[in-house]
């Protein structure tokens, strides 16, 4: 079974190119961590950006985050407003 995570990010308003920019930065490093399967990030309106990132498991995911925060942000403003998180094991019916 495999572990997703849905993140709702609401950004500053006119942020939505840069965040997804950000996010492909640390695609590159999730790209590296054992068990990362797939990230996909959509703009889901004006200011939102939904991340849905696939791992093999849980804990794979969480050493694969330690270190996807490695990334080098010098000189990042923040300009998320707000978060969720949303993460589980999937269960596929058939």
Known sequence: MSFKVVAVFKVAPGK???????????LQVLKTQP??????????????????????????????????????RTGEEDIIASRQFHAGEVVTAG
Do not use: N, P
Request: glycine share 12%.
């Open 16 to 26: 939505v190119e840069e965040e997804l920019r950000r996010g492909r930065l640390t």
């Open 35 to 72: 068990g990362f399967i797939a990230y996909e990030a959509v703009q889901t309106g004006e200011d939102e950006v939904v991340v849905l990132q696939t791992w093999e498991a849980r804990e794979q995911f969480q050493a694969g985050m330690a270190a996807g925060g490695k990334r080098d």
